[in-house]
């Protein structure tokens, strides 16, 4: 796949919308010889939804591009296939959601994928389809009637109030009913149900397949989740902290400043895991003070700073993540060791520096929360940021928070859910994830049986959605779900400080890699997962 470079907000880059492709093998499973039937065909939508429109055409395959758009790219090589498009509504909501099903011609594995979304964007833009086409998958996507990635147009009805309906379908109508029909148009093209049925996603997508494991468990036997957005109504208002931060401090470190730090992160922590290898292994561990940088010079477009307490009060209190006035706390920070920059950028602005929100976070606060579209989430003050945390919690909590941590249905199902988060994400805290899975475990008895039907990994030195194409996750639920092979580690290639690409087992959490004391530490030989003790409680802030 050739992908191009993604800019978007004042050059800030959307690792969140990464198209999340298969990485895995696409044996076959006895898909039948059945001949191809591409037309229109009749699905049973779920209960109080209707079927507004189908299309059928046969599709030649070869290249999928998308030219344009912070996801361009293009996917070569693609088989001829099916694409089947049908149209949703619920009546009385005037929602329009468009599911998109694509078959492939020849070479069906026997398995159906759904693709979710990124941002704002419920569903895939047609690499992902493809991609999955290319792997011998059934695969469809639904854009759930509303917007494309930073589209929030759609959010407000005509009198400023949230649009329900289409929030809903966000949040994970949408997704059911996409899984519901596009199954039976599997079997109707095909002749034969899918044997198997997969969700994949990073990011929104992640959080879109949480969702379907809490509350739509029957829809898919392996649900792959990457870096998910979940805790949603939190961890969205909980990104704009950085901006509180410097506002109050009167302090806008700039990027060299910022990247300074990272670099005495790494020089601190790198070796905690027993190996110097450019990576910081297991972040809980690390325990560097940013006030050892006071009074160091640094070069930034040709002009010379001092990095100041003030810098050094801004780092703390990022790291440390929101609090209320009082000092309660309210969520996690960012991790130590992310990229600094998409949270907490700053510009020139009339001879001062203002901060420049991340566009995300930004219009979820303005649009949904403030229901101000042209709200200026750069002037937030820490007590506006504690009501505003609050309102989004009670409002949008039940709808979008995707957080429950009663997943019994979906394991009573027999459903398996894997998940990896990168330790250096810098969109979504790591930690939130984290801290749900050990809710799953105090609601549902333990490590040990929570590991049955649910298993986290995280990646060290990884950016958000930054191991999408970097491991064979997709092969490994498959193993799990097809074969009962349950993953003791994801195998990797990661990047160093250094941009190097070095080999990881990634550890099942909460195991921690360690290295084994010989062997070259760019192999993942050279390393064993141990149980570390952590510096503080997990998921108990809250």
């Not at 001829?80 to 329009?96: I, N, R």
């Not at 109504?233 to 009167?250: C, G, K, S």
């Not at 989004?392 to 995707?402: D, L, R, T």
């Not at 490994?476 to 941009?499: F, H, I, K």
Request: hydrophobic content about 40%.
């Amino acid at each position: 796949m050739k992908r191009t470079p993604v800019l978007l907000a004042a050059g800030l880059p959307l690792i969140a919308a990464a198209v999340f492709l298969p990485t895995a093998s696409a044996e076959t499973v006895a898909a039948g010889s059945a001949p191809l039937n591409c037309s229109a065909v009749s699905v049973k939508p779920p209960a109080g939804t209707e079927v507004e429109h189908v299309t059928a055409v046969r599709q030649a395959g070869g290249t999928v591009e998308v030219e344009s758009g912070p996801l361009a790219g293009s996917v070569t090589d693609v088989p001829a296939y099916c694409e089947v498009t049908l149209t949703l509504t619920h009546p009385g909501a005037g929602d329009h959601a468009k599911v998109r099903v694509w078959l492939p011609a020849t070479g069906w594995n026997g398995r159906f994928q759904a693709l979710g979304g990124s941002a704002y964007a419920a569903g895939d833009n047609g690499l992902g389809l493809a991609g999955a086409v290319k792997q011998g998958y059934a695969a469809a996507t639904t854009d759930a009637g509303v917007g494309d990635l930073l589209d929030t147009t759609w959010a407000l009805d005509g009198k400023g109030r949230i649009n329900t309906p289409l929030l809903k379908n966000f949040a994970e109508r949408s997704q059911h009913d996409a899984a519901v029909v596009a199954k039976q148009v599997v079997a109707e093209v095909y002749g034969r149900a899918a044997s198997y049925a997969y969700f994949n996603g990073c990011s929104t997508g992640g959080r879109e397949g949480y969702m379907e494991a809490q509350r739509h468990p029957d829809d898919f036997d392996g649900i792959l989740a990457g870096a998910p957005a979940i805790n949603w109504d939190e961890f969205e208002v909980a990104t704009l902290w950085p901006q509180v931060v410097m506002n109050e401090e009167r302090a806008y470190p700039t990027s060299c400043e910022f990247k300074a730090v990272n670099e005495a992160v790494l020089k601190a922590c790198d070796t905690l895991d027993g190996a110097k290898d450019g990576l910081v292994a297991d972040v809980s561990r690390c325990a560097y003070d940013p006030r050892e940088l006071i009074g160091t010079k640094t070069v930034c477009d040709g002009e010379e700073g001092v990095f100041t307490a003030a810098d050094a009060a801004v780092v703390r209190k990022i790291w440390d993540g929101p609090r209320t006035t009082a000092g309660g706390r309210l969520w996690y920070g960012l991790p130590v060791g992310a990229d600094f920059e998409p949270l907490a950028a700053s510009a020139p602005d009339d001879g001062n520096v203002k901060g420049t929100p991340f566009s995300v976070p930004a219009a979820w606060v303005a649009t949904f929360v403030k229901k101000q579209p042209s709200f200026d989430t750069s002037t937030l003050t820490s007590g506006q940021f504690t009501r505003l945390f609050r309102q989004s919690q009670a409002e949008f909590g039940s709808v979008i928070g995707s957080d429950d941590p009663d997943l019994s249905g979906f394991r009573d199902s027999g459903g398996k859910l894997l998940t990896w988060h990168g330790q250096a994400d810098q969109l979504i805290p790591t930690q939130g994830t984290v801290d749900y899975r050990e809710r799953v475990e105090r609601q549902m008895g333990g490590s040990h049986r929570v590991d049955d039907f649910y298993r986290l990994f995280l990646a060290p030195g990884t950016a958000h959605c930054g191991l999408s194409g970097r491991t064979d996750d997709l092969g490994a639920l498959r193993a799990w779900v097809e074969q009962g092979r349950a993953p003791g580690t994801l195998t990797a290639a990661l990047t160093d400080a250094s941009g190097g690409t070095v080999t990881r087992e990634l550890c099942r959490y909460p195991l921690v890699s360690r290295y084994a004391g010989d062997g070259a530490p760019a192999t993942a030989e050279a390393f064993d997962c141990v149980r570390a003790a952590r510096s503080e409680p997990r998921g108990s802030a809250f």
